[in-house]
């Protein structure tokens, strides 16, 4: 009982992120219009706050090893819920910006206690089976953010979803002081906060990269299509955001229901052998990307994307888990690093194809192929398998 607790207060803390990114979607075109910007502009809100959020793991996960994961996550929701209040009375993008990538510190401050307080608790195969539930309560998000954040803006205005989000931390700070409770038992052995030899342990293991590349590549993936969707819809299909919020909610479902299907598969198949899959199932979609690309319809885009996006469920709970389970001793060192990669790495990679002018089908075609020569390295050399530890 104690310990569905301990992973039950961990759901509403992983929907820290995803609100803030997905909530204000429908926004978009009204805040550009607000801020005197164009729709690319507007976009970075998202790559800002996805940038910062991968960013300060840097610095937020020794200070948990160092200090706990409790002090940090409450800190960060503290931090959450100003920002959010701040960024509803502000009228110009270079401001606006500013404070979303506090906002970002704050959620990274939340993701690296929750994360680390996983890898603190649990061992591969089980912190597999807890981060593919986390993933399914992420996505519920994705699910549901956008349906919410189209009635906010059209009854309140824009502003309502950040006040929205203020209100979502203030009562799960609350529910966060009141039981989420600290994991981190070597407190007192963690005497130094930035040891680079901690950061060097974890970059020249070829495990965390590998997986941590995988996780990487799916994080882009998404950040290209949530950036790039509300444009495509309502400038390319000439569809209105009803549209759009639909396919957004089939798509998050799909990715849904693969995440809580996973500890079930993780029962009865190797985690290897569900990674392999899930790559698979996203290399094929790279090339149904091409075959379809010139049936320029919206239905035959989202069931690619969708497929694509499920592979990628597929992989990325497993993926942690294999990233960061090497490394119980120093997990918030780790996890940061691992959040630097999934979010900082991501967002300047998206930002750069999209500088590029790529199209939002040659950008999901990218990180698909992408996929493909770490496939073949897992299935065709023994000796990389054995450096990654594959069983």
Same mark, same amino acid.
């Given at each position: 009982m104690k310990q569905f607790r301990s992973i039950a207060i961990l759901f509403p803390l992983v929907m820290f992120s995803p609100l803030a990114i997905d909530i204000f979607l429908p $926004?978009? @075109?009204t805040m550009a219009n607000v801020f005197n910007a164009n729709a690319v502009h507007a976009q970075w809100s998202i790559t800002v706050f996805i940038f910062s959020l991968g960013l300060g793991q840097l610095?937020?996960? @020794?200070i948990s090893d160092r200090i706990g994961r409790r002090p940090v996550v409450l800190f960060g929701?503290?931090?959450?819920l100003l920002t959010a209040f701040v960024i509803s009375q502000v009228n110009t993008l270079p401001l606006h910006l500013v404070v979303r990538f506090f906002q970002g510190l704050a959620t990274c401050a939340i993701v690296v206690g929750v994360f680390a307080s996983v890898t603190d608790r649990f061992n591969a195969v089980e912190s597999s089976k807890v981060y593919s539930y986390l993933n399914g309560v992420l996505f519920c998000v994705p699910a549901l953010a956008p349906i919410l954040g189209? *009635?906010?803006t059209s009854t309140f205005g824009w502003q309502s979803n950040f006040i929205f989000l203020g209100l979502f931390a203030l009562v799960f700070g609350l529910v966060a002081y009141k039981g989420f409770e600290e994991s981190n038992l070597?407190? !007192?052995k963690n005497k130094t906060i930035f040891a680079i030899a901690s950061y060097k342990q974890v970059l020249v293991t070829p495990s965390f990269i590998y997986y941590s590349t995988i996780v990487m590549l799916s994080m882009a993936s998404i950040t290209a299509f949530v950036s790039t969707a509300p444009n495509l819809f309502a400038e390319h299909y000439r569809l209105p955001a009803e549209t759009f919020t639909f396919w957004f909610s089939i798509n998050a479902v799909a990715i849904i229901a693969v995440s809580?299907?996973?500890? !079930?598969?993780?029962? !009865? *198949?190797s985690i290897n052998g569900i990674i392999r899959f899930g790559m698979a199932m996203v290399v094929i979609s790279g090339f149904l990307f091409i075959?379809?690309?010139h049936l320029d319809d919206v239905i035959y885009y989202m069931l690619t994307v969708i497929l694509c996006s499920m592979g990628f469920a597929f992989v990325t709970g497993t993926c942690v888990g294999k990233a960061l389970a090497p490394f119980k /001793?120093? $997990?918030?060192? /780790?996890? $940061?690093?691992?959040?630097v990669i999934q979010m900082s790495v991501s967002a300047l990679l998206v930002t750069s194809l999209q500088a590029l002018s790529l199209s939002a089908v040659e950008q999901m075609m990218v990180y698909s192929f992408a996929v493909l020569p770490l496939l073949m390295l897992k299935v065709f050399s023994p000796k990389f398998r054995a450096s990654i530890g594959y069983t």
């Open positions: $926004a978009l @075109p610095i937020l996960g @020794p929701i503290i931090l959450y189209y *009635h906010l070597t407190l !007192k809580f299907l996973m500890p !079930k598969l993780l029962e !009865k *198949h075959g379809l690309s /001793a120093n $997990a918030g060192v /780790a996890t $940061a690093l691992l959040g």
